[in-house]
Antibody, heavy 120, light 110 residues
Framework: EVQLVESGGGLVKPGGSLRLSCAAS????????MNWVRQAPGKGLEWVSSISSSGSYIYNADSVKGRFTISRDNAKNSLYLQMNSLRAEDTAVYYC?????????????WGQGTLVTVSS | QSVLTQPPSASGTPGQRVTISCSGSSSNIGSNTVNWYQQLPGTAPKFLIY???QRPSGVPDRFSGSKSGTSASLAISGLQSEDEADYYC???????????FGGGTKLTVL
């Protein structure tokens, strides 16, 4: 059974940093592109970042460029999101999602999400 | 402001057929396939339709998708109370070099 479990969310002050993790199991992690998608309270889905299966290709939304860094460790079946210079507008539930085909927006499995709150 | 445009709400009565539209441009829907997600209250999104009109295993055939030019649609026939959820379209955008989502449509079953 495919499982994606996010962790690392919490309360952080504006300008602060946080590192999210996503532990994957039940599939060959190294064969899939992985993504982070977020959802602000009461709002819609917003794609954040994507990383190819090998980690060679990375794409980021303009809203997080220069502040967030996606990475992965295929040996540990883990996906990460390093978030720096956090702003109030980054407050959201962050989901990790497995992508069926690279750069397709086809996310067949999602984690349960981890809440990040940016507030003083 | 979402790159893909969806109506904010839709509604129907049990048994009815409803459609939800998703409008984009040549750099996204016009050149890539469209995917749809269902999000029930308080849960993670669920993969509903991919590649314009394909259903993942386990998704009832009451759900169908289509695409024409720079627009796509999700149709739900035989509406059921458990279909009450938010629905999102998504695709890759060649200009933005990223995934774009619609703003979401809240479906109410009256």
């Amino acid at each position: 059974e495919v499982q994606l479990v996010e962790s690392g969310g919490g309360l952080v002050k504006p300008g602060g940093s946080l590192r999210l993790s996503c532990a994957a199991s039940g599939f060959t992690f190294s064969l899939h592109s992985m993504n982070w998608v977020r959802q602000a309270p009461g709002k819609g889905l917003e794609w954040v970042s994507s990383i190819s299966s090998s980690g060679s290709y990375i794409y980021n939304a303009d809203s997080v460029k220069g502040r967030f860094t996606i990475s992965r460790d295929n040996a540990k079946n883990s996906l990460y999101l390093q978030m720096n210079s956090l702003r109030a507008e980054d407050t959201a539930v962050y989901y990790c999602a497995r992508e069926v085909d690279a750069t397709s927006g086809k996310f067949d499995y999602w984690g349960q999400g981890t809440l990040v709150t940016v507030s003083s | 402001q979402s790159v893909l445009t969806q109506p904010p709400s839709a509604s129907g009565t049990p048994g009815q057929r409803v459609t939800i539209s998703c409008s984009g441009s040549s750099s996204n829907i016009g050149s890539n396939t469209v995917n749809w997600y269902q999000q029930l209250p308080g849960t993670a999104p669920k993969f509903l339709i991919y590649s314009n009109n394909q259903r993942p295993s386990g998704v009832p055939d009451r759900f169908s998708g289509s695409k024409s030019g720079t627009s796509a649609s999700l149709a739900i026939s035989g509406l059921q109370s458990e279909d009450e959820a938010d629905y999102y379209c998504a695709t890759w955008d060649d200009s933005l070099n990223g995934v774009v989502f619609g703003g979401g449509t809240k479906l109410t079953v009256l």
